[in-house]
């Protein structure tokens, strides 16, 4: 089977909260890979980008007139989203860790797997 096949195939398969868990694991694994190599500051200037854009897309996504999540759900993705664009800029000032915008990421990616997360087991 050619990549585009298989690409075309898991894009019908997939469901949008399996798209964003897989997005999130993508994003996650950078920011894990960059901090396990040691880089602070600026040098995650790529991990921490691309993490802030999915949050932003996240958000910007809640906010959309017909958007049929609960609206308590989405005002809290919104917020989080707001929380991990001001908390990026503090990490790549060197200010913060990587840390609680991976374990951000983890809870989340758990929720939308449907896995209890780790403050609730």
């Known amino acids: 089977m050619s990549l585009s096949a298989y690409q075309r195939a898991r894009t ?5 909260r ?4 897989r997005l999130l694991r993508q994003v996650t694994g950078e920011m894990i890979a960059a901090r396990d190599a040691g880089l602070t500051g600026v040098p ?15 958000a910007d996504d809640c906010a959309t ?20 664009d001001r908390f990026t800029s503090d990490v790549a000032a060197g200010r913060e860790t990587l840390e609680p ?15 209890p997360t780790a403050a609730a087991a």
Not at 101 to 115: F, H, K, T
């Open 12 to 16: 019908l398969a997939e469901t949008p």
């Open 18 to 21: 399996s798209t964003e868990a």
């Open 44 to 58: 995650l200037t790529p991990s921490l980008f691309r993490n802030r854009e999915v949050w932003n897309a996240f």
């Open 65 to 84: 007139k017909g958007n049929r999540l609960p609206t308590e759900l989405r005002a809290s993705i919104v917020s989080l989203g707001l929380w991990v």
């Open 101 to 115: 915008l991976i374990e951000v990421n983890r809870s989340v990616i758990e929720g939308l797997e449907g896995m």
